[in-house]
């Protein structure tokens, strides 16, 4: 079983700055690709950022140049440094995980969600 557990998420003003913080625990082999993902009102998930477990990283073009996704494997923990944040950014922040087995298969698991909520 595996768990992940978002922290991080609030409320600031526009042009403020919030970070995210994803852990995984429990029965895990091999960690791959992380990433974040946010559904906004009436609107579909979307990827937000994801880096692999040798640090390459991709961005959604709307957060380019404002977030950096970053992560620290000996903690199983993936981190999204948001910055210059606006109203468009307001979503609930989801972590998905991809482990591995010894087998070589492969499991996607998702976190609970964290909000974010930008206002003046």
């Known amino acids: 079983q595996v768990h992940v557990v978002e922290s991080g998420g609030g409320s600031v003003q526009p042009g403020g700055s919030l970070r995210l913080s994803c852990v995984a625990s429990g029965s895990i082999f091999r960690l791959n690709t992380m990433g974040w993902y946010r559904q906004a009102p009436g609107k579909q998930r979307e990827l937000v950022a994801d880096?692999?477990?040798?640090?390459?990283?991709n961005y959604v073009d709307s957060v380019k140049g404002r977030f950096t996704i970053s992560r620290d494997n000996a903690k199983n923990t993936v981190y999204l440094q948001m910055n210059s944040l606006n109203s468009e950014d307001t979503a609930v922040f989801y972590c998905?995980?991809?482990?591995?087995?010894?087998?070589?298969?492969?499991?996607?698991?998702w976190g609970q969600g964290t909000q974010v909520t930008i206002s003046s």
């Open positions: 998905k995980v991809i482990i591995a087995t010894s087998l070589g298969r492969t499991y996607q698991y």
């Open positions: 880096i692999t477990s040798d640090g390459r990283t």
